[in-house]
């Protein structure tokens, strides 16, 4: 800014200088055309018209629409903002429900799979103690066969021991003998 | 200096008073007709994404709006009209008046000491209304040492009314080295032989850049400082 003034004064006075020189210029117009109160009013009249008209154009007109731009935008964009994050709870909340009712069916299903096991095992076990007691009472109808069978056979082994022993002992002393003697001395033999 | 020089296009009169039509009041109806168009043509379409003009508009009345409500807050959007005005206005003549053979409106020191006496006497008029003669504690910062009262007040008075003349002087000697500065470059540019011309013609195009520079940054320094006298008047944060 020195070397500015500095250049000024120097142009100033290079321009008084002329001005001196040819005297030929009108006597208002020596030195700066800043300094002639001359033209200060009509300056100041145009400034204060010019400055009073812009600045009621801008309050009453220009900055208003501006104002209301930027605040529609504003609230646009709160809108929009207002609205994602609405929606973004909103789709929190049906995350949540569906995270819980997938738990709730997964814990259901494996109630379900619970019961159903418990139940396949209980009539696993009737059935098996039904098929036990089947096989038990077979099993006993085969003991008790096998016992008259072998009872059976017994008195047969019996039967067929006396026969051949009356039968021994007629050919050894020729004579009949009756089955019931026979049977008389066998049976300390046979252990009975 | 005849870049600086009046010329009555029209001689108007009103009750006695020389009222006339000048450059210089050629170059305020344009920058009016200027700023006007710009804003209601760039805020037409109100749209909610904005065209490149629009945009600007906007980027233009953010930058205003911000600088506002850093300095006064956001009850000191009342004065916002006023501080844009004052910006867009000043910033807009100071970037016409680049344009070769334009005027420079705010190369003339009563233009510029016009607008701060109008914010000095705004700031004061609102300091005494808000805070009546409680407005008088601003010449008595807290804090100072009582024996140093004698010299502080009498240095915050005269800063206080050497206000609006450090602020307008600023952008009128601001407007006016920068335009003479191009002017005797031109000068040289002219007066060499063809050999000689290319030094000040290069240094005057890197020059204008500076002095849009200049421009913007004037036009910002008078609106900030126009902010600052404000809040030690609404405020009185000292």
Redo the contacts between chains.
């Keep these: 800014?020195f070397a500015?003034?500095t250049?000024?004064l120097a142009?100033?006075a290079e321009?008084a200088e002329k001005v001196a020189e040819s005297g030929a210029l009108p006597p208002e117009?020596v030195g700066?055309?800043?300094?002639?109160t001359?033209?200060?009013?009509?300056?100041?009249?145009?400034?204060?018209?010019?400055?009073v008209?812009?600045?009621f154009?801008?309050?009453k007109?220009?900055?208003p629409?501006?104002?209301?731009?930027?605040e529609?935008?504003r609230d646009?964009i709160k809108r929009d903002l207002d609205a994602a994050s609405r929606l973004k709870g909103d789709t929190d909340k049906a995350l949540a429900d569906y995270e819980k009712a997938l738990a709730d069916a997964r814990s259901n299903a494996s109630g379900i799979a619970k019961d159903t096991r418990e139940k396949l095992a209980a009539e696993t076990e009737t059935e098996r103690h039904r098929v036990d007691d089947q096989i038990a009472a077979k099993l006993r109808e085969a003991d008790k066969r096998i016992a008259a069978t072998k009872s059976k056979a017994t008195s047969a082994i019996g039967d067929i021991a006396t026969d051949t022993a009356r039968a021994v002992v007629e050919k050894l002393i020729g004579q009949n003998v009756s089955s019931d003697d026979v049977k008389k001395v066998l049976r300390p033999v046979a252990g009975e | 200096m005849e870049q600086f020089e009046i010329r009555k296009l029209w001689d108007l009169n009103f009750l006695g008073h020389d009222i006339s039509f000048t450059n210089s009041s050629l170059m305020m109806i344009v920058a009016l007709v200027l700023i006007s168009g710009f804003m209601i043509y760039a805020m037409s379409a109100r749209s909610l994404v904005p065209t490149r003009i629009q945009s600007l508009a906007e980027i233009v009345y953010e930058y205003v709006a911000g600088m506002v409500k850093e300095n006064l807050g956001e009850e000191g959007m009342k004065f916002f009209p006023w501080v844009f005005t004052i910006f867009i206005f000043i910033l807009v003549l100071n970037v016409i008046g680049l344009i070769p053979g334009n005027f420079t409106v705010t190369s003339h020191i009563i233009v510029t000491f016009a607008l701060a006496a109008m914010v000095w006497l705004t700031a004061t008029f609102i300091g005494f209304w808000k805070h009546g003669f409680g407005y008088l504690k601003l010449f008595v910062p807290s804090g100072v040492p009582f024996w140093l009262m004698p010299v502080i007040v009498p240095i915050e008075l005269i800063s206080y009314f050497i206000r609006p003349i450090s602020h307008s002087v600023r952008l009128f000697a601001n407007m006016m080295a920068g335009h003479t500065m191009l002017k005797v470059f031109a000068g040289f540019a002219v007066m060499l032989p063809w050999w000689g011309k290319i030094a000040p013609a290069g240094f005057m195009v890197a020059f204008t850049g500076l002095e849009l520079l200049v421009a913007f940054l004037q036009a910002l320094i008078f609106t900030v400082l126009t902010c600052i006298y404000l809040n030690d008047a609404v405020n009185m944060h000292h």
């Design positions: 800014m500015g003034t250049m000024l142009a100033a321009a117009s700066l055309p800043q300094l002639n001359h033209h200060f009013a009509p300056q100041l009249f145009w400034l204060v018209l010019t400055f008209t812009l600045l154009v801008m309050w007109i220009a900055l629409r501006v104002a209301d731009v930027l529609e935008r646009r």
